[in-house]
């Protein structure tokens, strides 16, 4: 089965606007996660999706591949689909642009695990690890909720909707089969992915199955400004 990465990256953020391009360690965010992107043993492609020309012009300069897509685009999976419109393959997987220290072995979790559950209806996999104590000082984390049989049931900002005794972190990483991005294409937006910003709330909302894997991964995304020192002083200490 053929899989492709493919890495949403625009330009005007609400938290960080200019973020893919912003510099983590004089190398620019986009830069580091597509390093790490290309290292999957089980992706045959890696591909940058963006609406902004300076982020264009700069994967061109840096032999990056990338494709142009639509600035009306409410979410990155959104943005994965315009992709998959011009690009064949069997599995599609959404590599958040803001997880420069992600690991290649876990985006290969996320697809071998897909096709393991397929034959069970599962039409997306995400990840999640345990949470650090301290992790969410500036509430950015996403905290997730699955089932013992690995189903996710919930994903939310705030740490009081969770009542699990452990809180999971979801990473940002998805992977989905053609026909199940297809599928989320086509669901239209109701109250909770509004409500929590948070595009996986989609498919909870329309009884998609999402598998949950567990990954080794408690890196530090970008999501603001300040958190360029954290991914900088993370990688220091690696």
């Not at 897509?69 to 315009?82: A, I, N, P, Q």
């Not at 049989?149 to 809180?167: A, H, M, P, Q, V």
Request: hydrophobic residues 35%.
């Amino acid at each position: 089965m053929k899989s492709i990465i493919i890495i949403p990256a625009r330009w005007n953020s609400k938290r960080f606007p200019g973020k893919p391009l912003a510099k983590i360690n004089n190398k620019e965010l986009i830069f580091h996660v597509w390093e790490r992107a290309i290292l999957s043993k089980q992706a045959d492609l890696c591909i940058v999706a963006t609406d902004d020309k300076r982020i264009k012009k700069f994967c061109e300069n840096n032999d990056i591949k990338v494709i142009m897509t639509s600035k009306k685009h409410l979410t990155g999976t959104d943005r994965v689909h315009e992709v998959a419109r011009k690009i064949k393959s069997d599995i599609y997987v959404n590599l958040q642009g803001d997880e420069p220290l992600i690991d290649p072995k876990n985006i290969d979790k996320i697809i071998l695990n897909l096709k393991k559950n397929i034959k069970t209806k599962f039409e997306i996999s995400t990840g999640y690890s345990l949470i650090k104590t301290g992790q969410n000082k500036n509430k950015s984390i996403v905290f997730l909720s699955k089932t013992s049989e690995g189903e996710l049931k919930f994903l939310t900002r705030s740490e009081n909707y969770i009542k699990d005794i452990k809180k999971l972190k979801h990473i940002g990483i998805f992977a989905f089969t053609k026909d199940g991005l297809k599928k989320f294409a086509k669901f239209k937006l109701k109250l909770l992915e509004k409500k929590e910003n948070i595009e996986l709330l989609r498919s909870v909302e329309n009884n998609q199955k999402v598998f949950c894997v567990k990954l080794n991964d408690n890196n530090v995304s970008v999501d603001y400004p300040s958190d360029i020192e954290k991914v900088e002083k993370q990688i220091k200490n690696q």
